[in-house]
């Protein structure tokens, strides 16, 4: 069973940082691609970022410039660092694999005002 803890979520404002974190639990972490989606209210989750296990990175046309993913496989860690922070970017943000393969962690709320 594979599990997702995400954290690092919070209220900033526009223009500011969150670094987010998810660990992941299960043993194919390494061999895996893996993203992380956003789920804003009223909206479909969607996939803002991923990063192959080999290290290449694609990202949405919407936090391209702004975001970056990054992963550390000896710690079974994915990393967001977001950037010049959006109100648009406020949502519930979700680790998983691309494609999804797995339940839903709770997520980490990110929350930017105006």
């Known amino acids: 069973q594979v599990q997702f803890a995400e954290s690092g979520g919070g209220l900033v404002q526009a223009g500011g940082s969150l670094r987010l974190s998810c660990g992941v639990s299960?043993?194919?972490?390494?061999?895996?691609?893996m993203g992380w989606y956003r789920q804003a209210p009223g909206k479909q989750r969607e996939l803002v970022a991923s990063?192959?296990?080999?290290?290449?990175?694609n990202y949405a046309d919407s936090v391209k410039g702004r975001f970056t993913i990054s992963r550390d496989n000896a710690k079974n860690q994915v990393y967001l660092q977001m950037n010049s922070l959006k109100p648009e970017d406020t949502a519930v943000y979700y680790c998983?694999?691309?494609?999804?393969?797995?339940?839903w962690g709770q997520g980490t709320k990110v929350t930017v005002s105006s």
């Open positions: 299960g043993s194919t972490f390494s061999i895996r691609s």
């Open positions: 990063i192959s296990s080999g290290g290449s990175t």
């Open positions: 998983n694999p691309t494609p999804a393969a797995f339940s």
